[in-house]
Nanobody
Framework: QVRLVESGGGLVQAGDSLRLSCVASGRPFGASAMAWFRQAPGKEREFVAVIMSGHQYYADSVQGRFTISRDIGKNTVYLQMNSLKPEDTGVYSC???????????????WGQGTQVTVSS
């Protein structure tokens, strides 16, 4: 059974940092694209970042502040979030799929998400 489990969310102030982790189990994901998405209350889920084959891509809104990385041996992907803003608030979910994309429907596996709240 494939599972993605996120952790590391919390309540922080604007300007603070957080690091999210997503541990995958059930199969190796070394060759897969791993991505982070987020969903704010009342809004659609949006792409944050993706990593695949050593390349990383980011949404414009987080470029320069967030860094996605992975440890293939641990089947884990990370999202380092710096200089957090209130508009970064939302549920952050990791996803895995065969190809890197900013589109939700390109990913086969999803985690349950972890809440990130940034106060002003």
């Amino acid at each position: 059974q494939v599972r993605l489990v996120e952790s590391g969310g919390g309540l922080v102030q604007a300007g603070d940092s957080l690091r999210l982790s997503c541990v995958a189990s059930g199969r190796p994901f070394g060759a897969s694209a791993m991505a982070w998405f987020r969903q704010a209350p009342g809004k659609e889920r949006e792409f944050v970042a993706v990593i695949m084959s050593g390349h990383q891509y980011y949404a414009d809104s987080v470029q320069g502040r967030f860094t996605i990385s992975r440890d293939i041996g641990k089947n884990t992907v990370y999202l380092q979030m710096n200089s957090l803003k209130p508009e970064d608030t939302g549920v952050y979910s990791c996803a895995a799929g065969p190809l890197g994309s900013s589109l939700n429907d390109r990913y086969q596996y999803w985690g349950q998400g972890t809440q990130v709240t940034v106060s002003s």
